[in-house]
Every structure is written in structure tokens, then in C-alpha cells.
């Protein structure tokens, strides 16, 4: 791997800028932080033309409601939609995975929809990503029956009924007890990458020297 390079200004801010998704349509969606205050996290959109990104814009209230969070945006392959996390009014508690359609450029279309039972639950459901190849949605849970902490679940999605099923926990060795999220999968299966802080962290004083602000990235083969 090569040394990571900064996007630098303006799509980069001063705030916190992360959970980014690109597109074919040459744009990025990305989770920004608000400057005012840190609680509050909201989805952005920056387009890019010739290489170079142009000012962000806050996607509108269809997503982002002033008092909520709306993180972990990622756009399906065939740009038809954006799925995201969002702990807004008209969930089933806690963070939910929600989805709306975009349109041939990328703009929102229509009314966010809330994925509703059996993929969201009481608790919190994070970092989306949907396996166009295998129409499977893949994200992390702490609500249904995980390991310990955050936990990766897979929900296929029948194109028949139009309806995900029941989630299943991908198990070991990708879950652990420590917090496992932002799955994602190559389009042949055979390689994917996932965020986790299982790893030892020696310069915490946490139990058994698990951190859980150090994350670390793997690579799942």
C-alpha cells in the first residue's frame, strides 16, 4: 500500500470529515462533523470535475434533521440509491439503516424510507453497504444476537417480494467482542475489508487493553 495522500480543501474541512462513498457519477458523499457542536454529524455530498472537488453541500432534510444524526452513507454499484444511519424521527430506535433513491445525477429523489423490521431493531444498526452482485445488505448491529458489541449481519434481499429477510450474524473469525463494523465486499466475493478495535492497544488504560477509540482496518481474504 502506498502512503495515503490528503484530499486537502475544500473537500476536507476543519471539522471532522469521514465514512465516505464514492460514485460513478464522480461524487462523494461523506459524514461531516458540525463545528458548533460535536454531537451533531450530518451527510454531505461534494462533486468532482476534472479531478478536482467543489464545495460540499448538506444533503437537505429529506436526510439530515437539526438535532439528529445521519452518518455511514454509502450509494449501491448502480447508483440508484443511498443507503445510510440515521437516528432521526420515524425509527424503530436508535440508530436505523435507512434508503433513498437518487436519481442519473446523483441528486436525492423522493422520501427517505426506513428499512424498517427485520433489519433495524430497538438498538443501533451502522455502516451500510449493499452486495449488488448478491443483493445482500451488510452492516453492523448491536441489537440483534452479536458476540459482544458492535457485530456484522448480513440481510439478503428477495427481489420478488421486495423484502430483506431476517439478518444473519456473519460470525467468526470477521465478529468478535470488541466492536466490528464498515464491512465491505469485492464483487467476486473473495476479498473485503472491515474496521475493528479488537486490536491490543498499549497506550490505553482500558480492561484488557482493548481501546475504544483505536480502530484499525483488516483485510478479509
Known amino acids: ?12 474541512s476543519a471539522r471532522h470529515d469521514g465514512s465516505g462513498a464514492f460514485t460513478e457519477n464522480h461524487s462523494i458523499y461523506f459524514t461531516r462533523w458540525s463545528e458548533e457542536d460535536k454531537s451533531q454529524m450530518h451527510i454531505y455530498v461534494a462533486r468532482e470535475i476534472g ?6 453541500q448538506k444533503l437537505d432534510e429529506r436526510v ?7 452518518i455511514n452513507p454509502y450509494v449501491s454499484a448502480n447508483g440508484e440509491y443511498l443507503y445510510f444511519s440515521s437516528n432521526k424521527p420515524g425509527g424503530l430506535g436508535g440508530f436505523d439503516i435507512w434508503r433513498i433513491e437518487l436519481d442519473e445525477e446523483g441528486n436525492l429523489k423522493g422520501e427517505a ?13 451502522r455502516a451500510p ?3 449488488d452482485i448478491t443483493s445482500t445488505l451488510y452492516f ?3 441489537g440483534h444476537e452479536t458476540m459482544g458489541g458492535l457485530d456484522i449481519f448480513r440481510s439478503r434481499f428477495d427481489n420478488g417480494l421486495k423484502v430483506f429477510k431476517s439478518p444473519d450474524n456473519i460470525g467468526m473469525p470477521m465478529n468478535s467482542e470488541a466492536d466490528d ?12 475489508f472491515m474496521s475493528s478495535n479488537r486490536e491490543l492497544c498499549m ?8 481501546c475504544s477509540s483505536c480502530y484499525h482496518i483488516y483485510e478479509v481474504g
Open 1 to 12: 500500500w502506498s502512503n495515503p495522500t490528503n484530499f486537502g480543501r475544500p473537500l476536507n
Open 51 to 56: 479531478l478536482r472537488f467543489f464545495e460540499s
Open 64 to 70: 439530515n434533521i437539526e438535532g439528529y444524526q445521519s
Open 113 to 125: 424510507k426506513n428499512l424498517g423490521q427485520p433489519v433495524n431493531s430497538e438498538f443501533d444498526e
Open 129 to 131: 453497504f449493499y452486495h
Open 140 to 142: 453492523s448491529s448491536d
Open 181 to 192: 463494523s464498515y464491512y465491505i465486499l469485492s464483487n467476486d466475493m473473495r476479498t473485503g
Open 203 to 210: 497506550e490505553c488504560d482500558s480492561i484488557y487493553g482493548l
